[in-house]
C-alpha cells in the first residue's frame, strides 16, 4: 500500500488549504477507514480527523472541529482535508493514514507540512 499526501504549503491565518491522500497498491475496497494526524514540532503525534472507507461517519478533534472538513474522493480512491480558517497552531507535518480493519494498526503515507503565520 502507498499514500501519497499533497496540497500542504504556507499560507496566512484564517486562509484555507485542502490536502489530498491518494491509495494505491491494494484493493482499495478492502480498506476500512481513512484519518489525518499531524506533528507540530516538538510535539507527538497527534489524531485530526478520520472517516469510514466508505465516506461515513466523518469524526474531528474538538481543535477542528467547524473548521476542518474529511471527505472520501471515491473516483480517485483518496480521502480529502479541507481546511478553513487556519491558525498557526494548525502548524505541522500532516500524514494520512488508512487501515483495514478496526483494530489493526494504521498504514502510514508521507506527510505534508502545513506552516501557518499569524
Known amino acids: 500500500v502507498q499514500l501519497q499526501a499533497s496540497g500542504g504549503g504556507s499560507v496566512q491565518g484564517g486562509a484555507s488549504l485542502r490536502l489530498s491522500c491518494a491509495a494505491s497498491?491494494?484493493?482499495?475496497?478492502?480498506?476500512?477507514?481513512a484519518a489525518w494526524f499531524r506533528q507540530a514540532p516538538g510535539k507527538e503525534r497527534e489524531y485530526v480527523a478520520s472517516?469510514?472507507?466508505?465516506?461515513?461517519?466523518?469524526h474531528y478533534a474538538d481543535s477542528v472541529k467547524d473548521r476542518f472538513t474529511i471527505s472520501r474522493v471515491n473516483t480517485e480512491n483518496a480521502v480529502d482535508l479541507q481546511m478553513n480558517n487556519l491558525k498557526p497552531e494548525d502548524t505541522a507535518v500532516y500524514y494520512c493514514?488508512?487501515?483495514?480493519?478496526?483494530?489493526?494498526?494504521?498504514?502510514w503515507g508521507q506527510g505534508t507540512l502545513v506552516t501557518v503565520s499569524s
Open positions: 472517516i469510514a472507507w466508505n465516506g461515513r461517519n466523518p
Open positions: 497498491g491494494r484493493t482499495i475496497i478492502s480498506f476500512y477507514k
Open positions: 493514514a488508512t487501515t483495514i480493519g478496526s483494530h489493526t494498526p494504521w498504514i
